[in-house]
């Protein structure tokens, strides 16, 4: 038997594949092609103070071995979730943590406080990266000074798991990662979608209403490894490595990179089912290599 | 309705005209096919297309219960149903269905029925046809088309029952729009159905609204994962931005701000 769970400061996981917010609805969406309790965990989607429209359609582009997206944060708001989507996730037997979002450090805050109070929730995962919201979201995540400023204020109000999501749209991803690691944070997940852009050149115009997006897919792993490589070496914390992992080789690469954990987003569009292939494979893997723990190659890349 | 992720086998796929095929498939694991309403649809992988990296939405067409067959009309557009048009007898395809809501059936028979399509947005009006009528209802066609040659699966239309039709070079029915055929203006009619591109939906919405007839149109939103999951295919509606892929495809016209 191989030792398949991993420990993300306190939450601790079965195995280490987790579905990426944005992607996997509140899990309940998924459950017509996957036992859920068969993942690490679920992060559901992106919650603000305020309910939010989102941004208007045309919101997806496809583009090569990938997608751009705008949603813009489209969901119901936190007292929402709490009251109607809460009591129907909660007793889903995997981590679920909920991706807090916000345009103001107030708004994080207030949101945080309202997560803190439920049992079922062990973890929250702050979006500082989201590059679809005109006001705060990413504009939070591309410098040191206003990480500082916000992962503190939300490190007050809540007192589990506080994983902070990195942007990949900065210069220097370590100097980012190391704000967030001073200030508390618990963990790093990374890497949000890239900024983006797709043109119709037969009638001249963006395809995204609001012109540019997030890219995420397949395209985007080279990308995401190297971060994952480079922040692994400049803070201690736990990662939770995303971006592009189609399936378990994918994964396992980024374990190896240096993560403790992975999320799968933009795959699970294309294979349902995708997150449970991933956790087979990567346990598959381990038996072939003659590891007893998934422990064993986190980090354990090869130089 | 539960959902399902299947590898379907291709039975037949047959040349409809020189943009469009008919493929044929059941399941290939030899179950048996799942309940499908009219108006509903699949997702479709396409495989070894790099251009095409999210899934295909596809209209289901027909569902022939006794072979057990699933049909798909698909119109070559682009990579992704370039490839899809491609597939043999015997191949695997995987699909994600049944998706989406669905048309209405009326209880009331007495009800005059229309069901109006445009090019390839026909598919689904030939099970919606055919449930309508196993229902007892008599629905009556109007389709549109740019040439006789892009009237899609005529012969089969008409097995069900009365066709109109309009093209746009008048090589079949009469000359024009769908909305400017005259049985339009000889009949009234308690229900349209419409399924076709996105300004042939709208008109018919227009001329449903200035006669006050209920009328359904399926959305064609652009779509990531077909499930509810990502909030890409949103539409505008009274209610706010709603998934097509979960609430839709098919809306009532009163719901939308056409
Ligand atoms: C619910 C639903 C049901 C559908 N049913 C059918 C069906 O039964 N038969 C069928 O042939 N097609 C159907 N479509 C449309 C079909 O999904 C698209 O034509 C297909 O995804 C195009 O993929 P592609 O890779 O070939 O083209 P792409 O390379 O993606 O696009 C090629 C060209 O087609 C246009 N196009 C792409 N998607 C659409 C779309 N959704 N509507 C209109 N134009 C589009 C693009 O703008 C572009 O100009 C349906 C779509 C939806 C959402
Ligand atoms: C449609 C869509 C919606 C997303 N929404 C959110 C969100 O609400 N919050 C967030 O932190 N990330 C969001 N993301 C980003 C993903 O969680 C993930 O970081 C990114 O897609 C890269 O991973 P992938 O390549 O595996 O998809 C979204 C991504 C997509 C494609
Ligand atoms: S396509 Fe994902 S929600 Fe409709």
Sequence with gaps: ?303 | MKKSLIDMSVTANLSVNNRSVLLKMTPADGSVLPECKPGQFVEMLVEGEPKAFLRRPISINYVDVEKNELWLLIQKVGAGTLKLAEVKEGDIINIIYPLGNGFTIPNNKEQKLLLVGGGVGVAPLLMLGTELKKAGHTPVFLLGARTKDDLLLLDKFKEISEVYVTTEDASEGEKGFVTQHSVLTKERFDFIYCCGPGPMMKAVAQYANKVATECEVSLENKMACGIGACLCCVEDTTNGNVCVCKEGPVFNIKRLKW
Aim: aromatic share 4%.
């Design chain 1, 1 to 303: 038997m191989v030792k398949t769970n991993v420990n993300i400061g306190s939450l601790k996981l079965k195995n280490p594949v987790m579905t990426a917010s944005g992607t996997f609805g509140y899990g309940t969406e998924y459950s017509d092609f996957i036992d859920l309790s068969k993942l690490g965990g679920i992060i559901v989607k992106g919650t603000t103070l305020a309910p939010r429209e989102g941004n208007p359609y045309p919101r997806m582009a496809e583009t090569p071995s990938g997608m751009l997206n705008a949603v813009g944060l489209q969901n119901k708001g936190v007292d929402y979730f709490v009251e109607n989507i809460y009591p129907q996730i909660k007793d889903l037997d995997t981590a679920v943590v909920v991706n807090v979002s916000g345009s103001t450090i107030e708004d994080y805050v207030a949101v945080a406080e309202k997560i803190n109070a439920l049992d079922k929730i062990p973890a929250i995962e702050l979006n500082i990266s989201c590059p679809n919201v005109k006001e705060g979201g990413m504009a939070f995540g591309t410098s040191p000074r206003s990480i500082e400023k916000v992962v503190k204020a939300v490190r007050q109000a809540y007192n589990k798991t506080l994983i902070v999501k990195l942007s990949p749209n900065v210069t220097d991803i370590t100097e980012m990662a190391r704000a967030a690691e001073a200030e508390g944070a618990d963990s790093l997940s990374l890497i949000n979608t890239l900024l983006g852009m797709a043109i119709d050149a037969e009638r001249r115009r963006p395809i995204l209403s609001t012109v540019t997006g997030g890219l995420s897919g397949a395209c985007v792993k080279p990308v995401a490894l190297r971060m994952v490589w480079q922040v692994s070496k400049a803070v201690k914390l736990p990662l939770i490595g995303l971006g592009g992992i189609m399936n378990a080789t994918d994964a396992i690469e980024f374990l190896l990179a240096g993560a403790t954990a992975i999320q799968i987003g933009t795959a699970n569009f294309i294979d349902p089912q995708i997150s449970v292939k991933v956790a087979e494979g990567i346990e598959e893997y381990l038996s072939r290599q003659g590891c007893h723990s998934v422990q064993e190659i986190i980090g354990g890349l090869v130089l």
